[in-house]
T-cell receptor
Framework: DAGVIQSPRHEVTEMGQEVTLRCKPISGHDYLFWYRQTMMRGLELLIYFNNNVPIDDSGMPEDRFSAKMPNASFSTLKIQPSEPRDSAVYFC????????????FGDGTRLSIL | AQSVTQLDSQVPVFEEAPVELRCNYSSSVSVYLFWYVQYPNQGLQLLLKYLSGSTLVKGINGFEAEFNKSQTSFHLRKPSVHISDTAEYFCAVSVGTGFQKLVFGTGTRLLVSP
């Protein structure tokens, strides 16, 4: 079975540019999570969706960040405009219905903002 | 608010030696507890989880963890480690309405040397 698929795996861009990260969750999973991982702050939850609806975006750092889930098989995380402090590894995870179910993570997108 | 503390940022150990990675959580309610492993340039993978019942939980790759409610701990153990166990290990606790979110500890890097 295909796991969570993220693209691109690496992104290098200049500050001020728009960045779009993509995620395809595991088929049949009802929940989708976006995380950011940095050395300083560890693994932070940015936002999560249930059945394509954003439930909790309290972790989104500021208005420059936005996330959408237009359908059950696709989600995007957008940063506009990007800044060097946004450099991090961004992970997408999905899980089935039931809070006891484990989250399945993609391999992440390593983002570098110059 | 629930939180997770991993007391050791790094644990060096020789191959075939036993290891324990410590995790303490704070919560006033029943929780679900998880251990994830992250290999270089990959996402997190579930090692094991505690939901209820037996306090000793067995996971993949020979790992096990013991839930101790009185000490609010969920330490991870392996009786004999391999070089391939070198990775970052994260403890996590479910939080939020319906326990839908996970809060992760800061991680423990396990370094196994020959």
């Amino acid at each position: 079975d295909a796991g969570v698929i993220q693209s691109p795996r690496h992104e290098v861009t200049e500050m001020g540019q728009e960045v779009t990260l993509r995620c395809k969750p595991i088929s049949g999973h009802d929940y989708l999570f976006w995380y950011r991982q940095t050395m300083m702050r560890g693994l932070e939850l940015l936002i999560y969706f249930n059945n394509n609806v954003p439930i909790d975006d309290s972790g989104m750092p500021e208005d420059r960040f936005s996330a959408k889930m237009p359908n059950a098989s696709f989600s995007t995380l957008k940063i506009q405009p990007s800044e060097p402090r946004d450099s991090a590894v961004y992970f997408c995870a999905s899980r089935a219905q039931g809070s006891h179910q484990p989250q399945h993570f993609g391999d992440g997108t390593r983002l570098s903002i110059l | 608010a629930q939180s997770v503390t991993q007391l050791d940022s790094q644990v060096p150990v020789f191959e075939e030696a036993p290891v324990e990675l410590r995790c303490n959580y704070s919560s006033s309610v029943s929780v679900y507890l998880f251990w994830y492993v992250q290999y270089p340039n990959q996402g997190l993978q579930l090692l094991l989880k505690y939901l209820s019942g037996s306090t000793l939980v067995k996971g993949i790759n020979g790992f096990e963890a013991e839930f101790n409610k009185s000490q609010t701990s969920f330490h991870l153990r392996k009786p004999s480690v391999h070089i391939s166990d070198t990775a970052e290990y994260f403890c996590a606790v479910s939080v939020g309405t319906g326990f839908q979110k996970l809060v992760f500890g800061t991680g423990t890097r396990l370094l196994v040397s020959p």
